[in-house]
């Protein structure tokens, strides 16, 4: 369970991820990250400045004069950013977990105030509401992207206990059929060096 906001480090992840593919500048990294997350969620402009100084401080990213631009702060990624780059793929990697329990979190809340009788919430008669014809346009939203970037959806019918034991045995036995795959390389190996 998360207990605030995004998985810690996934702006700067991100910011060096766009930085790799060519210089920018910061108004136009938050336009992208904006536009990634399909227009719903854009992180401060006092989010992506101090990274920016901070990459640039410690030579991870270093400003790039254009001569049709001069008074625009691009920044480019130098090799120590790529370095980084990497640690932070690993990092993110393993904040998936993370991803999954804000996108559901956010969502309990809103169906929470749409359902609980403990939130009076006013209908402030606008284009959205807490209702279930909302709540029935984001599950399609989620579900049309999920075939858009993956295939056709399926349903998993497990409930959350037996999706995480179901995951984490899968994982157990990755790791020990990866394991044993290994070993048997080792052996074979082993046997030609005799």
């Not at 996934?10 to 991820?17: A, D, G, N, R, T």
């Not at 030579?59 to 090799?79: H, I, M, N, Q, S």
Request: glycine share 10%; hydrophobic share 35%; aromatic share 12%.
């Amino acid at each position: 369970m998360r207990k605030s906001g995004p998985p810690k480090g996934l702006i700067s992840y991100l910011v060096l991820e766009l930085l790799d593919e060519r210089p920018r500048y910061g108004y136009e990294l938050l336009g992208e990250i904006t536009s990634i997350s399909g227009g719903h969620w854009e992180p401060s402009y006092g989010s992506v400045y101090p990274i920016l100084y901070k990459f640039e401080e410690e030579g991870v990213a270093e400003r790039v004069e254009r001569d049709d631009e001069p008074d625009r702060k691009y920044f480019a990624l130098t090799d120590a950013g790529r370095e980084e780059l990497a640690e932070k793929r690993r990092e993110i990697g393993g904040e998936a977990s993370d991803f999954g329990d804000v996108v559901l979190g956010f969502y309990h809340l809103y169906a929470a105030l749409a359902t609980d009788d403990r939130f009076e919430v006013d209908d402030a008669d606008a284009d959205w509401g807490f209702s279930e014809r909302y709540s029935a346009w984001i599950v399609e939203q989620m579900i049309r992207h999920h075939e858009r970037d993956f295939g056709e959806f399926e349903r998993i019918d497990a409930s959350p206990e037996e999706f995480y034991a179901e995951a984490d045995g899968s994982d157990a036995a990755d790791a020990e059929e990866s394991e044993g795959a290994s070993g048997a390389e080792e052996s074979s190996s082993g046997a030609a060096d005799d």
